[in-house]
């Protein structure tokens, strides 16, 4: 039996430290926080947080990749609970400096080849 896969990119295994801002449709924060990724790829992260995160806002991520800082905006795409009273979301990157997506996919290259 095969599986259709819906992803567009491959993921990554990948533990990395987040800080996140979620935004209202008025551009307010309206929450903040700290979570971690659990996998990476070209379009987006699985992020792992300790609070839910409303799948009607924004969210806006600062990720250390390594060496280097980047921010990236999405869109929760889904947001469920997790393991050991965690909460998982899925995160599709919205537009993003050519810079920033460079380091991105340097990242992915260096992991996938480990």
Known sequence: MTINE???HPRISALNLISYNCIDETEQIVAQGMGRTLNVSEGGIL???H???DPKNTI????GLEDDLIDIKGK???SISG???KFEAGIEF????????????K?????SEQ
Not at 60 to 63: E, V
Not at 107 to 111: L, M, R, V
């Open 60 to 63: 806006a991520l600062a990720i």
């Open 51 to 53: 609070t839910p995160i």
């Open 76 to 78: 929760v795409v889904f």
């Open 47 to 49: 992020l792992e947080t």
């Open 6 to 8: 819906r992803r567009h």
């Open 94 to 105: 919205l537009e993003m400096p050519e810079s920033t997506f460079d380091i991105l996919k």
């Open 83 to 85: 393991k050991d009273e």
């Open 107 to 111: 990242f992915i290259k260096a992991f």
